[in-house]
T-cell receptor
Framework: KAGVTQTPRYLIKTRGQQVTLSCSPI?????VSWYQQTPGQGLQFLFE???????NKGNFPGRFSGRQFSNSRSEMNVSTLELGDSALYLC????????????FGPGTRLTVL | DQQVKQNSPSLSVQEGRISILNCDYT??????FLWYKKYPAEGPTFLIS?????DKNEDGRFTVFLNKSAKHLSLHIVPSQPGDSAVYFC????????????????FGKGTLLTVNP
């Protein structure tokens, strides 16, 4: 099976712009979660989608949003970018059942100038 | 409030010896625990998991131990190899899934393991 794919791998944006990141989960996986990784902060949970519905949300401002399509692919959007949004954004997929492993994609490195 | 803590930012061991990475948690609702390995500029790779009904799980060179009363888990790598050098993350989630509000992984900040040849 192909793994989780994320596009693009690298992005450079300026403050105030918006950005959309894309994630394709492992075939058959219905859950997609998004995480932000910054130096010293580890991985912080953004939100999780299951069957096109947001099931869970982390403590991030409303500038961070997402959606999931009927084929389980997911997009994440960040509006009005700030310098502090520079991070590695990781997408993970799973079957969506309790106690199952999440499998991560390679991430999108976002740099905000 | 950090619910999953990896108190050692880094660990250095010799090739062939045992590596022990530790993780503590505070949330008593956590029932499922995972370890991931991460190389720079890559996504985390799943290593091994354990649920609260067990106190040990083995997979090849990797063994995870869970002490629920102490809210502590550890990952043992035996023998350690230079290719094991990476950042190791401990993660936890609650079980059973109860309608969506708790289904997420909470990660520690990671431990950088360096295995010296």
């Amino acid at each position: 099976k192909a793994g989780v794919t994320q596009t693009p791998r690298y992005l450079i944006k300026t403050r105030g712009q918006q950005v959309t990141l894309s994630c394709s989960p492992i075939s058959g996986h219905r859950s997609v979660s998004w995480y932000q990784q910054t130096p010293g902060q580890g991985l912080q949970f953004l939100f999780e989608y299951f069957s096109e519905t947001q099931r869970n949300k982390g403590n991030f401002p409303g500038r961070f949003s997402g959606r999931q399509f009927s084929n389980s692919r997911s997009e994440m959007n960040v509006s009005t970018l700030e310098l502090g949004d520079s991070a590695l954004y990781l997408c993970a997929s799973s079957t969506g059942l309790a106690g199952v492993t999440q499998y991560f994609g390679p991430g999108t490195r976002l740099t905000v100038l | 409030d950090q619910q999953v803590k990896q108190n050692s930012p880094s660990l250095s061991v010799q090739e062939g010896r045992i590596s022990i990475l530790n993780c503590d948690y505070t949330n008593s609702m956590f029932d499922y625990f995972l370890w991931y390995k991460k190389y720079p500029a890559e996504g985390p790779t799943f290593l091994i998991s354990i649920s609260s009904i067990k106190d040990k799980n083995e997979d090849g060179r990797f063994t995870v131990f869970l002490n629920k009363s102490a809210k502590h888990l550890s990952l043992h790598i035996v023998p350690s190899q230079p290719g094991d050098s990476a950042v190791y993350f401990c993660a936890a989630s609650p079980l059973p899934y109860s309608g969506g509000s708790n289904y997420k992984l909470t990660f520690g900040k990671g431990t950088l393991l360096t295995v010296n040849p």
